[in-house]
C-alpha cells in the first residue's frame, strides 16, 4: 500500500495543487486572447496540473534511487 501511495497519490496531490495554483494564475494574470496557455482557465489549470504531476514523480524516482 506504501508503495501505491508514493506511486500515485503524492503525484495526484501536486497535480490538483498545481491545477489550483492554474485557476489562480489565470483569475490575477491569466490573459482573455492571444495567450496560447492562459487564455483560458481549462487550459491554464492543465498545464499546470500537469507540470505538478511530473514535478512530484520526478522527485520521488530520485529519492528512491537514493534508497538503494
Known sequence: MAK????????????LAGA????????????????????SPALTALWLAAIGWLLASA???????DDE
Do not use: H, Q
Open 4 to 15: 501505491y501511495i508514493r506511486r500515485y497519490f503524492i503525484p495526484a496531490l501536486c497535480a
Open 20 to 39: 489550483a495554483v492554474g485557476l489562480v494564475y489565470y483569475a490575477l494574470w491569466g490573459c482573455e486572447s492571444g495567450c496560447a496557455i492562459t487564455s
Open 59 to 65: 522527485l520521488i524516482n530520485d529519492s528512491k534511487k
